[in-house]
């Protein structure tokens, strides 16, 4: 029976030693590797909510200056109409003063995204791929202008976000055939 109650009086004493020597080791400066962690994280969260909140700025600019700003293609295809030198320079020239802005400001880590968007007509497959090939022929406009190609991609979104629902109108469906251009962190 005496050693019974001599092995619970050290496994509480090793056990009350191990947490100590773990309180210990949070409550030192810089010490730990948990404190380390959750600062990290608590960093981490902070630096991902400053990046969505200028994103939701930034990118309201950048609709509204690629709305300002659109190009149009050729029915069906990925070539653009006659007239987009001065709309892609514009539009390229916006993107260029929001990434001079972020970086004086310190943010690093984004990238702009055109998405090119199409009508509801037709095989959502051949829509969805004909809208990553304009997507693909703004950005190459847009670099043609001066954007640096490592800070643009395109993605092809097909009719998966409409504008206008239903486009049953030739003027509807005008408004869905689009590109847009966005920031990601």
């Not at 496994?11 to 959750?38: E, H, I, Q, T």
């Not at 959502?124 to 004909?130: H, M, P, S, T």
């Not at 304009?134 to 406009?141: D, F, I, L, P, T």
Request: net charge positive.
């Amino acid at each position: 029976m005496n050693i019974k109650i001599l092995a619970v009086l050290l496994l509480s004493l090793v056990s009350g030693l191990a947490y100590a020597g773990l309180a210990d080791s949070l409550n030192k400066g810089g010490g730990g590797d948990l404190k380390a962690m959750a600062e990290s994280k608590s960093k981490q969260a902070a630096k991902d909510k400053a990046n969505k909140e200028i994103a939701i700025k930034v990118n309201k600019k950048l609709l509204a200056e690629g709305r300002k700003n659109q190009c149009s293609f050729k029915s069906g295809t990925d070539e653009l109409e006659k007239g987009c030198g001065t709309k892609s320079k514009k539009l390229a020239n916006q993107i260029i003063d929001v990434k001079k802005s972020l970086q004086s400001q310190g943010y690093s880590g984004f990238k702009f995204i055109v998405s090119g968007h199409t009508d509801s007509s037709g095989d959502a497959a051949k829509n969805k791929d004909l809208s990553m090939r304009r997507a693909q022929v703004m950005v190459k406009e847009l670099v043609k202008q001066g954007v640096d190609a490592n800070d643009i991609e395109a993605v092809g979104m097909g009719s998966e976000q409409l504008l206008v629902k239903p486009d049953n109108t030739p003027a509807k469906k005008a408004k869905n055939r689009r590109y847009e251009v966005q920031i990601r962190f």
